[in-house]
């Protein structure tokens, strides 16, 4: 945790006996490990390539530090396509989602279709990807700001600053939105290659993207 504190300018956010939770809150970043697993989210990203540096320097620290046997990588992607009312988004669903079979079985069923999702699966050798596409509500937003307790040390002015600074990054969402969400796995990945598998996912969603015209 200090290693990732000194080299990647993290800052504690829990300590645990069996892990501990980090953040970079300027940049929307979080990072947790524990015995099992190291994750990496950043919110509403804005350099790419500066997650997939992150995220290759972290997880060469952990195994630097811990050695550890890795089973299994995954990067997940999310695009929020924002609409103002529900019937907008299910609107969009009719939009993206296949005519054929569902609407040869609404008609067979004469019953419409209550669940507008879209989701597959593809597998080529240890690396399997997922794509979801589904209507989702913001039902409530909370938005902490933070200021600097009475007689405030340095670092704890610093600390504030920067978990304000979080706050201040976020857009004001629309209540409704469609999401795009694309995950790559891969099973028994090599020690390096996080920002390669990274990249791979990175083209596939921009092909999603274009063929579900989804902007």
């Known amino acids: 945790m200090l290693a990732a504190e000194d080299e990647f300018e993290f800052m504690p956010n829990e300590l645990k006996a069996t892990g501990a939770q980090l953040a970079i809150p300027e940049r929307g970043i979080r990072a947790s490990v524990d015995a099992f697993a190291?994750?990496?989210?950043?919110?509403?990203?804005?350099?790419?390539?500066?997650?997939?540096s992150?995220?290759?320097?972290?997880?060469?620290?952990v195994q630097e530090h811990f050695s550890p046997v890795v089973e299994t990588r995954m990067f997940e992607v999310k695009f929020c396509l924002p609409m103002s009312t529900e019937a907008d988004a299910e609107n969009a669903m009719l939009r993206f989602r296949n005519e054929a079979p569902s609407k040869k079985l609404e008609d067979e069923f004469d019953?419409?279709?209550?669940?507008?999702?879209?989701?597959?699966?593809f597998e080529s050798g240890s690396q399997r990807l997922n794509l979801l596409i589904q209507p989702i509500a913001f039902e409530a937003i909370r938005q902490?700001?933070?200021?600097p307790v009475l007689q405030a040390t340095d670092s704890q002015a610093t600390r504030a600053e920067r978990l304000t600074?979080?706050?201040n990054r976020m857009p004001q969402f629309a209540p409704y939105a469609v999401f795009l969400e694309m995950?790559?796995?891969?099973e028994k990945p090599p020690l390096s290659?996080?920002?390669?598998l990274l990249n791979v996912l990175i083209q596939k969603a921009n092909k999603a993207k274009k063929y579900y015209q989804f902007k």
Request: aromatic content about 6%; hydrophobic content about 40%; overall charge negative.
């Open 111 to 121: 019953m419409p279709l209550l669940t507008r999702k879209i989701e597959f699966s």
């Open 54 to 61: 992150l995220s290759a320097g972290v997880a060469s620290l």
């Open 193 to 196: 290659g996080d920002e390669d």
């Open 144 to 147: 902490n700001r933070h200021n």
């Open 38 to 52: 190291l994750e990496l989210v950043q919110e509403t990203p804005v350099e790419e390539d500066f997650f997939a």
């Open 183 to 186: 995950a790559l796995t891969e």
């Open 165 to 167: 600074a979080q706050t």
